[in-house]
T-cell receptor, first 118, second 117 residues
Framework: NAGVTQTPKFQVLKTGQSMTLQCAQD?????MSWYRQDPGMGLRLIHY???????DQGEVPNGYNVSRSTTEDFPLRLLSAAPSQTSVYFC?????????????????FGPGTRLTVT | AQTVTQSQPEMSVQEAETVTLSCTYD???????LFWYKQPPSRQMILVIR??????QNATENRFSVNFQKAAKSFSLKISDSQLGDAAMYFC??????????????FGQGTRLTINP
C-alpha cells in the first residue's frame, strides 16, 4: 500500500512549456484533489474530482487542466507554464462516511512536487 | 465562502514548555470539521488532530489538544511539553460536511513553530 504518490519530486520549466504532474493512489478513494502551496498563503485548491470521469474547479483553476479516467490516477496538466505557477503542488485523496451517528474522514497527501518556472 | 485565518506567522517556544497556536474561521454552516496539519521540512502534510463541530468536547491526541470555541469561531492548538521534533509549519483547515464536493479543505496561511533547546 503506497498511499498517494506524486512524480516528479522536482521540476524546472521554461515559460511556455507544458508538462503533466502525475498523481496516483492505491486506496480506492473516490475523491482526489490538487493543491498548490505558496509562501504566506497556505494550500489552495486547484481542481478536484469526486470520482472517475467527474472533475470540478477549485479556488485557483486558471492555467491548469485535469482529467480522471480511472479511480487511481489524477494528473494535473500545465498547458503553457508561467512564472506565477512556481509553487509546491500537492495531490491528495480522501474518503468519508458514517459510523452510526459519527462521521469519519481521512485525507492523505502525496509528498509534493516543487515546480519552478523560469 | 469559508475562510480560515492564522494570525501568527511565526511562534517560538522553549523545549518542554507549552505553546498555543491560534486559528479563526468564518462560515455560515453549523456542521463542519476542523483540522490541524503539521508540515515538517520534509514537506509531508501530517494530520495532527481533528474536531467535529457537533462535538462539544475538545479533541486531544497525546500532547496535542484543541480549544474549540464554536460561537467565537476559534480553534486553537495547544502543544504541551514541546519537543524538538515539533518544529514545523502548522496549518489550520476547515471542511464542510456536505457530500458533493465536500471533501475539499480550506487552509489558513500557516504558523511556523520553532522549538528552542
Amino acid at each position: 500500500n503506497a498511499g498517494v504518490t506524486q512524480t516528479p519530486k522536482f521540476q524546472v520549466l521554461k515559460t511556455g512549456q507544458s508538462m503533466t504532474l502525475q498523481c496516483a493512489q492505491d486506496m480506492n478513494h473516490e475523491y482526489m484533489s490538487w493543491y498548490r502551496q505558496d509562501p504566506g498563503m497556505g494550500l489552495r485548491l486547484i481542481h478536484y474530482s469526486v470520482g472517475a470521469g467527474i472533475t470540478d474547479q477549485g479556488e485557483v483553476p486558471n492555467g491548469y487542466n485535469v482529467s480522471r479516467s480511472t479511480t487511481e490516477d489524477f494528473p494535473l496538466r500545465l498547458l503553457s507554464a508561467a512564472p506565477s505557477q512556481t509553487s509546491v503542488y500537492f495531490c491528495a485523496s480522501s474518503y468519508s462516511g458514517w459510523q452510526g451517528e459519527s462521521g469519519y474522514y481521512e485525507q492523505y497527501f502525496g509528498p509534493g512536487t516543487r515546480l519552478t518556472v523560469t | 465562502a469559508q475562510t480560515v485565518t492564522q494570525s501568527q506567522p511565526e511562534m517560538s517556544v522553549q523545549e518542554a514548555e507549552t505553546v498555543t497556536l491560534s486559528c479563526t474561521y468564518d462560515t455560515s454552516e453549523s456542521d463542519y470539521y476542523l483540522f490541524w496539519y503539521k508540515q515538517p521540512p520534509s514537506r509531508q502534510m501530517i494530520l495532527v488532530i481533528r474536531q467535529e463541530a457537533y462535538k462539544q468536547q475538545n479533541a486531544t491526541e497525546n500532547r496535542f489538544s484543541v480549544n474549540f470555541q464554536k460561537a467565537a469561531k476559534s480553534f486553537s492548538l495547544k502543544i504541551s511539553d514541546s519537543q524538538l521534533g515539533d518544529a514545523a509549519m502548522y496549518f489550520c483547515a476547515y471542511r464542510s460536511p456536505r457530500r458533493q464536493g465536500a471533501q475539499k479543505l480550506v487552509f489558513g496561511q500557516g504558523t511556523r513553530l520553532t522549538i528552542n533547546p
